[in-house]
């Protein structure tokens, strides 16, 4: 069986002279950060610290934006039924969300409709387009899925639903025939983010008609909560607009205006007040996303609606219940997964495993382990007697989606990023599918040496940890994915004391000295196996944080990897 690969830690600590005196006004452990994030001018650092959208990022720029707002504008004004059809993931959920507010403050007669997951699957379907032509709707709008949907278009136009597309995900060689699609990866679209979420196309959808009929400014920032649970849990990269939307959000989250999400937070354990974009990924995003891998995503929907303290406060406690259910299935998903992964081969590239007791709603989640653990391509799929229902997970060096683009005639329906995507594919085909797919991967990504890399920021002692220079790293805010939160390598650390932390020992707590005496605590995820194993001098990678516990604020070092001193 393949063991997890050891990290390649890269350091990249070289700051040129012009860097230096451009940057000369901050820290200088901040100063290599911000440099070996591309920014290397005052105005650039200026410009990234602000979190500053790039120019051009106006509603009326993404292409197809007219049409899409003449059609609702006159459905507004003549009461016509819209429907706002979205995804049951947090990203498809808090855009439907967005939506369906927007368009209820310009009196608009509006529903949403999130699919199941079970009954239904991803996406636009026929029989649901169906239904809501027979209920009276006249427009549906989609969030967060149809770029795909060719036949499902084709059926609304022939039963008379006008149907607006909004959706971020990768288009394939034929666009729908909608009265709008609104996609910035569209050829030809001038849009200059070309990475924004679901929930944020819905939002500049929202922002052109708000505009339109003379709303005030205001208005849209309303909704900037929103923007920020979906778009840093969909994991789009946080950077140019993305990183504004989210930054706006944050501050937004931190008021706590809206009940939903303050009683998500109060179920989380969390302080409203210091909400990061951590929390959201680790916290707050994966409890949205549990209703709808475990069964109807209609609770985290309802939500973010409600105004009602008492209803908020029944829907959060539902969701979080249903995450850690949703946390017992993904481990055992996972374990039985590896099992089939490394029955016939011990060293595969592409590591795959389908079982019909597979929960089609947390396949995703244990590729996404698979994929962390051994840095590797992965699949996990539910298989039925008719149909399997996969997800992927990839590693920067193989672009999933472009691969599944070699297996679309083989694939019933499919779609995703680069790093994640999901597909249905017929039973019998399965075998053809994952040969052909295993031959891609060979081909691509065979001879490469596999291993994830930690790119470093600077090498410091533990003495200059301080509160003044976490301060100043809060600059970087919101990191995550694309924008990586700050890097550090320490050499020759004192390991004070170690011990194992957590439910299942899973995680490593430790305290650590330099030569100067100076301590830190420290945490390590998912490291626990290693308490005390450690010697005494260790070299480690780690963030340096803030955490928050009973009420008291300390600093610790979040560990991402650790190994005996080297010569020490």
Known sequence: MIQPPQKRWLIADRLPEHAERALQQYHPILRQVLYNRGVST???AQQYILA???????PDNLSNMAPAVERIVYAIQHQQPIAVYGDYDADGVTASALLVQALQRLNATVRGYIPDRFSEGYGLNIEALTALQQEGVQVVITVDC???????AEHARAIGLDLIITDHHHPGSVIPQAVAVINPKLPGDIYPEKNLAGVGLAYKLAEALFRQTGQPDTWIS???DLVALGTVTDLVPLLGENRALVRAGLERI???QRQGILSLIGVSGLNPKTITAGDIAFMLGPRLNAAGRLESALAAFNLLLTPDVADAARYAQQLNNQNSERQRITREIQARAEQLVFATNPDPLLLFAADPDFNPGVVGLAA??????????????????EFTRGSCRSIPEFHITAALDQCADLLHHYGGHAAAAGFTVSTPLLPAFIERLQQIVASQIGALDLRPVLEIDAAVELTDLRAGLLNDLGLLQPTGMGNRPALFFSRGALVKSQRAIGKDNSHLKLVLADAQRVSHDAIAFRLGHLAGGL?????????FERNEYNGQAYLQLNVRDIRPSAGL
């Open 535 to 543: 010697p005494n001098r260790v070299d480690l990678v780690f963030a």
């Open 368 to 385: 996404s382990r698979l994929t962390d653990q051994y840095y590797r391509p992965a699949i996990v799929a539910s298989q039925g007697a």
């Open 146 to 152: 149809g770029i795909r949907s060719i036949q499902e």
């Open 42 to 44: 005052a105005a650039a």
């Open 254 to 256: 931190h008021q706590a």
């Open 222 to 224: 309303d909704f900037l």
């Open 52 to 58: 500053a959208p790039p120019e051009g990022c106006e």
